[in-house]
């Protein structure tokens, strides 16, 4: 996997406000082992214009009008506040989806979304980055009048990337807009069930040892949506431990597909059940997912 090394990042961004001389060679993407390196991982919602691979990596040999454009950015912004908060909590390495992932290369995309899972729960900490909440304290209620769009809930909370983004790791902070902490998901884990109706225990131990039926997990993202339609069942294979091609333009087949290897992979009768509920009850939310054209995680 590519981590941001989050003091060359840092270091660069300090050298661009200070209007001094920038090392075009210097790498800010290096290669890591999710296994032995510890790291720190980012959730969050793709909102506007994010920045990508090539952009992070060649932002130093770029004009100086181009570069500022991209520097000016909401989601280079929250690259920065997410380096900020894992130098503050001492870690070197810092996975993004946005840039860490060259997406010009199938097969580097296809791996990155069958190991994401792992790579969740591999990370030391994760920052689920609520960009909708301004408050100094995490939620408790529903706010229909300022989530109207999302069932009363942050964002982060209706799309389908960030279910196993909850899941995986054991231990997700949340910070707010202003990238103030507003709670962990152990301690939260009485209000984010209410959110999501994720049992408690799985919220505070994950599925090691703990795996529900299919049937169940699917559940828990049927409200959810995602920009392709095809992400409605590649975000849940870490989930359902199972892996699969992507072949972005199939639309509903995924899913498909992704009955099928769960079928293969496991004697879960639920999954049956399942299929019935999502040709009934589901099948619009996959519809109205489809609306970019670009991959987006959460």
Request: some cysteine.
């Amino acid at each position: 996997m590519r981590l941001i090394n989050v003091k060359a990042l840092l270091e660069r961004e300090s050298l661009f406000r200070a209007g001094k001389r920038v090392d075009r060679q210097a790498k800010v993407l290096e290669f890591g082992d999710d296994e032995a390196t510890k790291y720190a991982i980012l959730s969050h919602r793709w909102v506007g214009r994010e920045v990508d691979h090539d952009e992070i990596v060649e932002l130093a040999k770029m004009p100086v009008e181009e570069r500022d454009e991209i520097r000016q950015r909401h989601g280079y912004r929250k690259i920065l506040d997410s380096c900020e908060q894992a130098k503050k909590d001492r870690y070197e390495w810092l996975w993004v989806d946005t840039c860490c992932i060259d997406k010009r290369s199938s097969a580097e995309l296809s791996e990155a979304i069958n190991s994401m899972y792992r790579w969740y729960e591999n990370a030391k900490v994760c920052y689920a980055y609520l960009h909708d909440v301004p408050n100094p304290s995490f939620p408790t209620a529903r706010d229909d009048e300022r989530y109207p769009d999302f069932s009363g809930w942050p964002e982060w909370f209706s799309r389908g990337w960030t279910l196993q983004e909850l899941i995986a790791p054991s231990n997700v902070q949340f910070p707010n807009k202003n990238w103030q902490s507003i709670g962990d998901k152990r301690t939260l884990a009485p209000t984010l069930r209410k959110i999501t109706g994720i049992p408690e225990h799985i919220l505070v131990h994950g599925l090691f040892g703990n795996r529900p039926c299919v049937a169940q997990i699917m559940s828990w993202a049927a409200n959810r949506t995602t920009t392709r339609v095809e992400d409605r069942a590649y975000s849940l294979m870490g989930l359902l431990d199972v892996n699969m091609p992507m072949l972005y333009g199939e639309g509903k087949k995924a899913f498909h597909r992704l009955q099928l290897e769960i079928i293969r992979a496991s004697n879960d009768q639920s999954i049956f059940a399942w299929n019935y509920r999502m040709q009934i009850g589901v099948s619009s939310q996959m519809t109205r997912a489809t609306s970019g054209p670009v991959v987006k995680w959460s």
